[in-house]
């Protein structure tokens, strides 16, 4: 078995993993903050972007909150005007949530800044690097998936 937690070289690994995230969430705040909308507003909109016609449950697992979360996150979008809702055609009572017009104009304004912060985050790691830890947080990632 591992070390115990007592004579690690450093700090844990979980340490290490929520500094990054306290890190970027920083500037991504930062980042967003004259756009007026909030990281988790931007995350649900990037995920809309990869993926149009979500319903509120979907997003809100594939954005990372709670359902109750989502359904403030979508009003705030919608009175934003960054999403569209609309009924799914097949399924009648269902609505689709979509990017609209001034959500993917946001995303394009975005997009630069949000690349920014993780060129400086990667900055020194050579492409075999960058690729090896995109699989390595994957599969950490699906380790811990319900």
């Not at 149009?52 to 909150?65: I, P």
């Not at 809702?85 to 990017?99: F, K, N, Q, S, V």
């Amino acid at each position: 078995m591992g070390q115990d937690a007592g004579h690690r070289d450093g700090p844990s690994l979980l340490y290490a993993v929520k500094q990054v995230e306290l890190a970027v969430r920083a500037r991504l705040d930062e980042l967003l903050r004259a756009t007026g909308i909030t990281v988790p507003q931007w995350t649900a909109l990037t995920v809309l972007a990869r993926r149009e016609g979500q319903t509120s449950a979907e997003l809100a697992r594939n954005a990372f909150v709670s359902a109750q979360a989502m359904g403030d996150l979508v009003a705030a979008l919608e009175r934003g005007r960054w999403i569209v809702r609309r009924p799914d055609p097949t399924h009648g009572r269902r609505l689709l949530i979509g990017l609209s017009d001034e959500g993917r104009a946001l995303l394009a304004r975005v997009e630069p800044g949000a690349a920014a912060v993780e060129e400086q985050m990667l900055a020194g790691l050579d492409p075999e690097d960058r690729s090896a830890l995109r699989a390595l947080l994957n599969r950490c990632r699906t380790n811990l998936a319900p």
